[in-house]
């Protein structure tokens, strides 16, 4: 698969094109006094399958036909295009906007009806995916964006909306990730790092930051604030393919730490749509490991127990095809077993820069990481 | 009140000098033969009120005193200065940290019993305000900070630890807000913003900034990710205080978003103490108006109906003596009157940069703000 060929041409013309061909098959089947239609891939769990070469989640192929003379389908297939026609508008005047802003800009009352074009932004956030997939457009692509977190710092130096930023003079507070990095927003003139470390806490970023691990171990430190958003997973994937670099996540030892990592790794079954152009399958999990509170002697007062939302968590994750392999298996069994979990911040039980100055280098040099 | 004054003079070896004071009161009690104690002022309701000449709600002068040999203290006593301690440790060595991690620093057993220092955050949190208060000293002058939000742009060129920020070449992300934007850590070079435009969410923000509304009007376009962080407050302070800026706030119309505003210009109940150096009492309000839908045209189908929450929210809010102008009244009454919210969003309505080209320069030219 080349993703990244395809990548490299990605256009907005090209979406734009996409979009005006959809229209044009409904008037056509108009013109030939048929039912018009549009087919969209199933979203549901029963559509979704683990690609085992690729190491990706991903869509099959099953579609569902939406017909615009069938009662049940009318008043979505009216919302399907009325998103296509704003997000058309949205790339045509060069302009991003959010998915709450596209709900109000496309909500109205129909006709002489008390009948709203939509009650509830879930309802348009659901046609925004539909459109999405049957396009093969990320939103992104259509101009539209979700909340921005996260932030960024490293010997890189891009170009985001015509601003030179050099990423590695910005400060303790770093560049800020935008949510749309596509291509003809954010560019990449130089770069200098060796690896990429993801960090899931702000907290932990900033004392890396402040500590200037990056640029002594020449590396793009980043954050997401949690749950990497998709703006983060986004320029995740381009450093790793367009730069070539190795991508290390460092994460709570909880379940959540652990989906965290495996949604940049191998994308989300919410998602699976987007995985072709989001998931990195090369991440490598550095930490925190169920091993580490052993390995490196940290006092049993750091340690949280698991409550029970994280116990059926933990079981539901290590059935999952990409936690199959024998060392995934030994991680998350032990943290079973011992029944607790570990923050990041508790590395700093062992003195503040301990996870700067002794626990990343050694998880590093000597590849301590769970592929 | 010579705010300012005091404020330029601040500097980390003062802090350093409270907490060493602190500490030797107890020294000398104990030599005494006395029982050592710490007077920490009362941080409840009761200690808490509105200061109309400065327009900013404050701690009263109530003190609790704190004892080491009292069975019901000895605890809170001990942490007290386990907390002092650890800040000092961070001003010596330049660091700062997260209240997170200052819980993991100062987590330990005592000697052989099975009793911790801090069993929860929320302890450690709880003490962490006691110190602040105690010597008053803002938690980012102990070196401690809060999970990071918000974004900055415009004519502004600053310097954070050492590296020169052009606010104005940030592309579409902006300068990320750093949660400690003392003197030390950041500076200002030169400004050439007319007013600071603070908006409450990144969507509208980003709106603003894509539309380069703040090249334009020359001002600081800043959001804070919902209701403003500490850095953001106290970067509002300093940008107001220090380079004479006035300050527009732009927030939802319904009671979270008339909370955040107050927040902003009085402070809050729960941090009183925090007002004399957060608070910005010359802040105007710039929107949303309850009138604004009228005057603005907006279509019925973008308001929200107020629920239950919102209702008790807004009759709480409309007792507030920093909400007793007639203007305010008049402002409060018509949103309960009418039933009804409006988020930032429904101006798009009216077309994607209504915000921008008619909205906020019609309500800054022509002064239509609430105070």
Redesign the interface.
């Known amino acids: 698969m080349q993703v990244n060929k395809k990548e490299e041409r990605r256009d907005p013309k090209i979406t734009t094109i996409k979009l005006k061909k959809a229209a044009e098959n409904v008037v056509e089947e108009a013109h030939k006094h048929k039912n018009p239609y549009i087919d969209i891939p199933v979203r549901s769990l029963s559509n979704v399958h683990f690609n085992e070469q690729q190491s990706i989640i991903e869509l099959g192929k099953e579609l569902q036909r939406r017909y615009f003379f069938n009662v049940a389908q009318a008043k979505k297939f009216l919302q399907t295009f009325l998103i296509a026609s704003a997000c058309k508008?949205?790339i045509d005047?060069g302009?991003?906007?959010?998915i709450?802003?596209l709900?109000?800009?496309t909500?109205?009352?129909i006709g002489d009806s008390n009948e709203?074009t939509f009650d509830d932004q879930m309802d348009s956030d659901l046609i925004i995916e539909d459109l999405e997939v049957t396009i093969d457009a990320l939103r992104e692509e259509l101009n539209l964006?979700a909340?921005?977190?996260g932030?960024l710092v490293g010997p890189l130096k891009l170009?985001?909306?015509?601003?030179?930023?050099d990423c590695s003079?910005?400060?303790?507070?770093?560049?800020?990730?935008?949510?749309?990095v596509e291509k003809n927003?954010?560019e990449f003139e130089s770069c200098e790092a060796k690896f990429i470390l993801m960090v899931e806490k702000?907290?932990v970023w900033?004392?890396l930051n402040?500590?200037k691990f990056w640029k002594k171990h020449k590396c793009i430190l980043i954050h997401g604030?949690g749950m990497a958003p998709r703006g983060v997973r986004r320029l995740l994937f381009r450093l790793v393919n367009e730069l070539k670099l190795p991508l290390y996540v460092f994460v709570d030892n909880d379940p959540w730490g652990f989906y965290i990592y495996s949604v940049i790794k191998q994308g989300s079954i919410n998602l699976a749509y987007e995985s072709q152009r989001m998931a990195v399958p090369s991440a490598k999990f550095l930490g925190l490991s169920s091993f580490d509170k052993d390995i490196y002697k940290l006092?049993?007062?750091?340690t949280i127990k698991l409550n029970e939302q994280d116990k059926s968590r933990a079981k539901q994750i290590i059935q999952y095809p990409w936690f199959k392999s024998k060392e995934w298996q030994k991680e998350l069994s032990h943290m079973l077993k011992q029944g607790v979990k570990l923050?990041l911040?508790?590395?700093?039980?062992k003195g503040?820069?301990f996870v700067t100055d002794t626990y990343l280098p050694d998880k590093i040099n000597n590849k301590k990481w769970l592929d």
Chains 1, 2 share one sequence.
């Open positions: 508008t949205l005047s302009k991003t906007t959010s709450r802003d709900y109000y800009m909500k109205h009352t709203n964006f909340s921005n977190r932030a170009i985001d909306s015509g601003d030179k930023i003079k910005m400060g303790s507070g770093g560049w800020s990730v935008p949510s749309i927003l954010v702000d907290a900033r004392r402040e500590d604030q006092p049993d007062n750091v923050e911040e508790a590395l700093s039980a503040i820069s």
